[in-house]
Nanobody, 128 residues
């Protein structure tokens, strides 16, 4: 049974940093590309960043470049998202997702509907 568990969310002040983790069980994540998304109340799920199975390739939403960094440690079966200079508008539930290791991923990495597995999400709340 594939399970992705996010952690590291919380209540922080604007300008602070957070590191989210996504721990996988029941699956070896080196067989998967991984992505981070978020969803705020009343809004659609938003792509943040993705990373290829090997970690050699990373992809970011334009609005996240420079503030968010995705990384992975396949030996620990874990994916990370380092978030800096947080803003109140970053408040949302943050999800990690896994997609099978196909070359087409470099085309559709931003489409949440293409991912096969999802975590339950972790809440990030940023106050000013």
């Amino acid at each position: 049974q594939v399970q992705l568990v996010e952690s590291g969310g919380g209540l922080v002040q604007a300008g602070d940093s957070l590191r989210l983790s996504c721990a996988a069980s029941g699956v070896t994540i080196s067989n998967y590309h991984m992505g981070w998304f978020r969803q705020a109340p009343g809004k659609e799920r938003e792509f943040l960043a993705a990373i290829s199975w090997s970690g050699d390739n990373t992809y970011y939403a334009d609005s996240m470049k420079g503030r968010f960094t995705i990384s992975r440690d396949n030996a620990k079966n874990t994916v990370y998202m380092q978030m800096t200079m947080l803003k109140p508008e970053d408040t949302a539930v943050y999800y990690c997702a896994a997609e099978t290791r196909v070359w087409e991923f470099m085309i559709y990495y931003g489409d949440w509907k293409k991912y096969a597995y999802w975590g339950q999400g972790t809440q990030v709340t940023v106050f000013s």
